[in-house]
């Protein structure tokens, strides 16, 4: 069974940062993509930032130039880096994986991001 582990969300001022961490209980090498997506109360999951397996990253245009997608193959883990945090990007924040040689899509256990003075 694949998990992703996800960790580092919290309370964080107006302006402030976080990293949020995913890590996946098998390599990641081989991924075809991997991302993160939120959903805010009364609002549909969306996607913050993807990374492909040859490295390419895409991300919504709400959050360009202030969060940063990432990966280490080494460590098998996914990261979110996130500055400059408005109240708006308060929300459940999510990994998700997919692999070449496996059926479905993997997601994390979600973790709470809350951006509030």
């Known amino acids: 069974q694949v998990q992703l582990v996800q960790s580092g969300g919290g309370l964080v001022q107006p302006g402030g940062s976080l990293r949020l961490s995913c890590a996946a209980s098998?390599?990641?090498?081989?991924?075809?993509?991997m991302g993160w997506y939120r959903q805010a109360p009364g609002k549909q999951r969306e996607l913050v930032a993807e990374?492909?397996?040859?490295?390419?990253?895409n991300s919504a245009d709400s959050v360009k130039g202030r969060c940063t997608i990432s990966r280490d193959n080494a460590k098998n883990t996914l990261y979110l880096q996130m500055n400059s945090l408005t109240p708006e990007d308060t929300a459940v924040y999510y990994c998700?994986?997919?692999?070449?040689?496996?059926?479905?899509?993997?997601w994390g256990q979600g973790t709470q991001v809350t951006v509030s003075s």
């Open positions: 998700k994986a997919v692999w070449y040689d496996l059926l479905g899509t993997y």
């Open positions: 098998r390599s990641i090498f081989n991924i075809y993509a």
């Open positions: 990374i492909t397996n040859t490295g390419d990253t």
